[in-house]
């Protein structure tokens, strides 16, 4: 046959493509594909397959550089959706933070008096009990909980959710 029997191995992900492009060049996967996959990636990559040349050699990626911003401070991240908290805790750790994770309000408000965070990122629409009213109890907190800044998180964010927010 014309065509080579050498396998090729493919990723398909949700996720950012240079977070795991080391990992894939370690395990020999030949292409990285982020959903959402648009047509000229999969046509390119067919086209990839169905030439008889030898595969050029990749060229390693600049691996992103996230800088640190400063000492090891504590930020609070609340978030329920787990890939969502896991770019978060992987950009703020880079960055130098130290981040306590709670997956829904409940849990932030169970664990915030046990720690000493200096922000909160807060998910606007969770399950259990969603950003707004999590705010909330955290302003009739004593003090220092009930001063400190949180800062609202939503994919989806609709007309007057800004004035909402700062309510």
Do not use: W
């Not at 030949?30 to 040349?53: G, M, R, W």
Request: proline residues 7%; aromatic residues 8%; negative net charge.
């Amino acid at each position: 046959s014309e065509y080579s029997t050498i396998p090729v191995f493919l990723m398909l992900s949700s996720l950012e493509k240079n977070l795991y492009q080391n990992e894939s060049d370690r395990l020999a996967i030949n292409q990285v594909l982020t959903k959402p996959v648009k047509f000229y990636e999969i046509y390119s990559l067919l086209c990839s397959l169905f030439t008889s040349e030898k595969p050029q050699h990749k060229e390693p990626t600049a691996k992103p550089f996230i800088p640190k911003i400063g000492e090891a401070t504590t930020l609070m991240v609340v978030e329920d959706d787990p890939i969502n908290m896991m770019l978060i805790n992987e950009v703020l750790t880079k960055m130098g933070f130290e981040v306590i994770k709670a997956c829904n309000g409940k849990e932030a408000i169970e664990i915030l008096p046990n720690h000493d965070p200096v922000l909160i990122f807060m998910d606007v629409n969770m399950t259990e009990m969603d950003g707004f009213a999590t705010t909330r109890l955290i302003r009739k907190m004593p003090e220092p909980f009930c001063n400190l800044p949180i800062i609202a998180l939503t994919a989806d964010a609709m007309q007057g959710d800004k004035e909402k927010c700062i309510e």
